[in-house]
Structures are given as C-alpha cells and as structure tokens.
C-alpha cells in the first residue's frame, strides 16, 4: 500500500522549510551585522580604518579632480551659449504689438 500526500500538503511542507530556512538565514545575517559593527565601534579598529581609507581617497580625488573641472567648464560654457541664443531668439521676434505682436506671439506658440 502506497501513502501519497497531495500536492497541497507537500507544497506547504516546502513553504514551511523555505520559511525556516529565511528566518535562520536572517538571524545569521543580523547576528554577524551586530558582531562587525561592535569590531568596527572600537577606537583603533577606526584609527586603522582611518588610516588606510585617507590615502586612498586622497589618491582618487586627485586622480578625479581634473575631470570634475572640466566637466564643470563644460556646463558652464553650456550654461553661457544657451543663455545667448535665448537671448538673441527674443532679441529677434521684437515686434511693436500695434504692428503685428500677436502674430509674432502666435509664431513663437507654433
């Protein structure tokens, strides 16, 4: 004689174990979350840390900076011609509103 479960059963069997397994997994991970940030509170655990993260960063800022800079001209120059051709887009449809200054409204809408 053959026991078989039905489907549903051995389903809920498995969300059962892949919930026991999520909540452990959790608990690992928070437990070793606890641990490294009690190592890394500690005055020369920092020091240490300090002491090699500067140079490093240091080395990338100044390995960065001229690409910063330029990029920074760049969108100024960006920033000055846009304000020009503005400028010179309105400079240009100056019509006298007696003349004709709907029409030239009208154009700038279409």
Not at 9 to 25: I, S
Not at 62 to 71: A, T
């Amino acid at each position: 004689m053959r026991i078989t479960r039905s489907r549903h059963t051995f389903t809920r069997c498995r969300m059962a174990e892949r919930d026991r397994y999520r909540d452990a997994a959790e608990d690992m991970a928070s437990h070793i979350g606890e641990k490294v940030m009690s190592v890394l509170r500690h005055p020369d655990n920092q020091a240490r840390i300090q002491s090699v993260l500067d140079p490093v960063i240091n080395h990338i800022i100044q390995r960065v900076f001229p690409y910063i800079l330029l990029s920074a001209i760049l969108f100024l120059i960006l920033f000055v011609l846009t304000v020009g051709t503005f400028w010179l887009v309105m400079r240009s449809n100056r019509v006298p509103m007696a003349v004709g200054g709907a029409a030239a409204i009208s154009s700038l809408v279409l």
